[in-house]
């Protein structure tokens, strides 16, 4: 018997798999591989966070919150973002609690889009934005960063891709895969652009804690009725595995978001709520701690590359460097796999990120400190042979 | 500055080099704060964190809890001073509750320790009485778990 012989959803079709997959079916067939191709915390979640779910479970914890996600939570999260940043959201209906920024995402854009609405991606960029504003019906407009200014969204590359189609500007700093966190003064020219051609900014700061120099510029804090926070406990508290993140946004565009979220996931797991409010009351310390262990990590493993000849702007967030390896005359998947097959460390090709991100890899300092001595060692010999 | 401390603690080891590469701060003046930490007792000496009973030393520890009868305008620094000098006491701390120092006893045996305790300590002047807790098993010591570290789960290439 076969399935039926109808066409699957051409939109779906159309998008190749994750570049990334091939990467992970190799690494995974291989041993001893030292792996800088994560895009997680190294860290297991604070252990009051943990110990805190396991208490709720104990005692029930094991139903629907309300969709929008646990009151005390979404107040958490709107007092933490007006005291850090000074912006303020109304818990009751201007903040949602999602199962991670990943489902943020999704409904931001199905909220959002109409057929044929264009999106305006830069990249490279997270491996996400791109399908998800194709399966809601949008275009997505990849628009190419310069490598040579640090990434920089510069509102003049981005600018020259605005039709009058264009809907909204998907970004995310500090950056997957660059590691680059954008200055205040470019975020408020993207918010005067945004203004200008009266577009949505779609503001990825899932790694806003994970900053190195000063501190991180909120989007809404120069746009906040044009812009879309995305937010997660995802990197910040290493919290991948439980599913829940933010999202805020004017009220407007919320409801519509929690017309979706209701009809589709319902809510973000009862239990991971309960620790995600836990990390928030009493985990500040731990973040603390794991933002200056990643600080050291990032300050050793880009001076490493460095001495090697694989040039990279020191990173100012996140947990990864986006080095080019432009001088060894490979192409980006050429140098992944062979560092992979011959040397045995994992790194992810740029050009999974887009098209401008050829002729870098993607290295993850989410890894101790004596593997990353050890990894530099490796990519040594590598390009030495 | 404070960071440097921070890699210290973790790594005595830790040339000025690395220290500098780590936290930004130029080595020359990583070498200059180091050497002046020193000197004024903020780094009071490098340590190494041995696991005794791993090296195959059997080393058994007590904590002794001592009552103590002050003494009149002293309180209890005389005695307390008198306990830490012993080569077999660790630690000595003075605590709140039922009992008053709280002391960390060391020994090549049971035997040793309970001597010690019996013919030493229980003697000291003042000491009115004492309770012996023999140490079973460490499972965090000094801010560090010695449990087994929880296995990496992560899968090796993630977006
Ligand atoms: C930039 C970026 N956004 C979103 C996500 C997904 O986050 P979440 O776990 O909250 O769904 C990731 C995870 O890798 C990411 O790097």
Known sequence: ?385 | MREILTVLESDAHASSERIATLTGIDEATVREQVAAWEASGVIRRYKAVVDWDRFGDERVTAFVDVTVAPERGRGFDDVAERIARFREIRAVHLVSGAQDLRVEVEGASMKEVADFVAQKLSGIDRVTATSTHFLLRRYKDDGQLLTDPEPDQRLSVTP
């Open chain 1, 1 to 385: 018997m076969s399935t039926p012989q109808k066409p699957f959803s051409r939109v779906v079709e159309a998008i190749p798999p994750s570049g990334i997959r091939k990467f992970f079916d190799l690494a995974q067939s291989m041993q001893g591989v030292i792996s800088l191709g994560v895009g997680e915390p190294d860290f297991p979640t604070p252990w009051s966070a943990r110990e805190a779910a396991i208490h709720a479970l104990e005692h029930g914890a094991t139903t629907y919150t309300s969709n929008s996600g646990l009151l005390e939570l979404r107040e958490a999260v709107t007092d933490d973002l007006a005291d850090r940043y000074g912006v303020r959201y109304r818990a009751a209906d201007e903040c949602l609690v999602t199962s991670g920024v990943s489902e943020g995402l999704d409904l931001t854009l199905r909220a959002l889009l109409n057929p044929g609405d264009e999106v305006i991606v830069p990249e490279p960029c997270y491996v996400a934005y791109q399908p998800c504003v194709a399966f809601a019906g949008g275009v997505p407009v990849p628009v190419a960063l310069d490598p040579g200014d640090a990434y920089r969204l510069d509102p003049a590359i981005i600018g020259a891709a605005i039709t009058e189609n264009t809907k909204a500007i998907l970004f995310g700093s500090p950056s997957n895969p660059t590691g680059s966190a954008q200055s205040a003064a470019d975020i408020e020219a993207l918010a005067a652009l945004a203004r200008e051609h009266d577009l949505w900014l779609l503001s990825d700061e899932i790694y806003d804690r994970l900053t190195y120099h000063g501190t991180h510029t909120p989007v809404s804090a120069a746009a906040w009725e044009r812009t879309v926070l995305l937010g997660g406990f995802s990197k910040s508290y290493a919290m991948t595995g439980w599913r829940v993140g933010y999202v805020c946004a004017p009220e407007p565009l919320a409801q519509l978001m929690h017309r979706i979220h209701q009809y589709t996931m319902l809510c973000a797991p009862h239990m991971s709520q309960i620790a995600a409010l836990e990390a928030m009351r009493t985990a500040q310390d731990d973040v603390d701690e794991m933002v200056a262990d990643y600080d050291r990590r990032r300050r050793l493993f880009s001076k490493g590359l460095d001495e090697l000849g694989l040039t990279c702007p020191v990173p100012g967030g996140a947990f990864y460097v986006f080095p080019s390896i432009t001088a060894t005359g490979m192409s980006s998947e050429e140098f992944a796999e062979g560092l992979l097959t011959q040397e045995k460390v994992a790194v992810v090709p740029g050009n999974v990120f887009g098209p401008s991100g050829e002729g870098h890899v993607r290295c993850s300092y989410a890894t101790a400190l004596p593997q990353l001595e050890q990894a530099l060692e490796r990519i040594s010999r590598f390009i030495g042979s």
